[in-house]
C-alpha cells in the first residue's frame, strides 16, 4: 500500500512564485551576449592605446642634453620638461579614459559586470601600451650614441621617459568609475515587482463546519396523547 504525501494548500498571504529563468541564463544573470559585449569594449580601448602614444610623443615637452665630448649634461638643469612629459600623459589618459567611458555607456546603457570588467582591463592594456608605444616613437635610448651622433656643445633630445608610473593607473580608474556614476545614474532601471501581483484576492475566512443535526427531545404526551378522564 503507497504512502501519500499531505499537500499543504497555498495561503492567500504567500507571495507568488518566481518566474522560470530564460534559456541561457546563467546562474548569476550574465549571458554570452554580455561577455561578448565585454570583449569588444577590452578590445577597442586597447588598441586605443596606440592613440594615447601618439599624443604622448607629440605634445610632451623635450629634455636636451648637450656634450662637452667626454660626459653629458642637461642643457638646463632647471628646466621642468621631465615633470612636464609626466603631466603630459597623466592628463592624456584622464582625457582618454572619460572618452572610454562615455562610449561605452552611450553603446551599452544597461551596464553589466562583464562590460566594467572589459572596460578596465582594456584601459589598464592601453595605458602600458601607449607608453611603450611612446618610448618606443621617441628619441633613442641609447644616449652616448646620440652625443656622438650630435657632436660636442651641440644640444640633442633626450629619450622620452616616464619617472612617476601611478600615472598608468590614470586612465582605467577615470573610466571605470564614470562608467560606473553614468550607470547608477542613467541606466533604465526595471519596474518594481507588485507584491499583491498573482494573489487570489483579499483573504476569506474558511467557512464554519456544517453543523450536526441534534436529534428531537423528548417533551412528553402532547394533548392528543393524553389519556382521556
Avoid at 559585449?37 to 588598441?47: H, I, K
Avoid at 628646466?79 to 582618454?96: C, Q
Avoid at 607608453?131 to 650630435?150: I, M, N
Avoid at 608610473?165 to 519596474?191: C, Y
Wanted: glycine share 12%; net charge negative; no cysteine.
Amino acid at each position: 500500500m503507497g504512502v501519500t504525501e499531505a499537500v499543504t494548500p497555498q495561503s492567500p498571504f504567500d507571495p507568488p512564485p518566481s518566474p522560470p529563468e530564460k534559456p541561457g541564463d546563467t546562474a548569476a544573470g550574465i549571458t554570452p551576449a554580455d561577455i561578448r559585449d565585454g570583449a569588444v569594449v577590452a578590445l577597442a580601448v586597447g588598441v586605443a592605446g596606440l592613440l594615447l602614444g601618439l599624443l604622448w610623443v607629440w605634445l610632451a615637452p623635450r629634455v636636451q642634453y648637450v656634450s662637452n665630448g667626454e660626459a653629458v649634461f642637461l642643457r638646463n638643469s632647471e628646466s621642468e620638461a621631465r615633470i612636464a612629459a609626466d603631466g603630459t600623459f597623466f592628463l592624456l589618459s584622464v582625457g582618454l579614459g572619460v572618452l572610454s567611458a562615455v562610449g561605452t555607456f552611450l553603446w551599452r546603457r544597461a551596464g553589466g559586470v562583464p562590460l566594467v570588467i572589459g572596460l578596465a582591463v582594456g584601459s589598464g592594456f592601453a595605458a602600458l601600451a601607449g607608453w611603450r608605444f611612446g618610448l618606443w616613437l621617441g628619441s633613442s635610448s641609447d644616449v652616448a650614441a646620440a652625443a656622438a651622433a650630435a657632436g660636442k656643445g651641440v644640444p640633442f633630445d633626450a629619450p622620452l621617459e616616464l619617472l612617476a608610473h601611478g600615472a598608468l593607473l590614470a586612465w582605467p580608474m577615470t573610466a571605470v568609475l564614470l562608467h560606473l556614476g553614468f550607470t547608477a545614474l542613467w541606466t533604465p532601471r526595471d519596474p518594481e515587482p507588485d507584491p499583491l501581483a498573482g494573489w487570489s484576492g483579499y483573504y476569506q475566512p474558511a467557512p464554519p463546519p456544517a453543523e450536526r443535526a441534534l436529534p428531537p427531545t423528548d417533551t412528553g404526551p402532547t394533548a392528543s396523547e393524553a389519556p382521556h378522564a
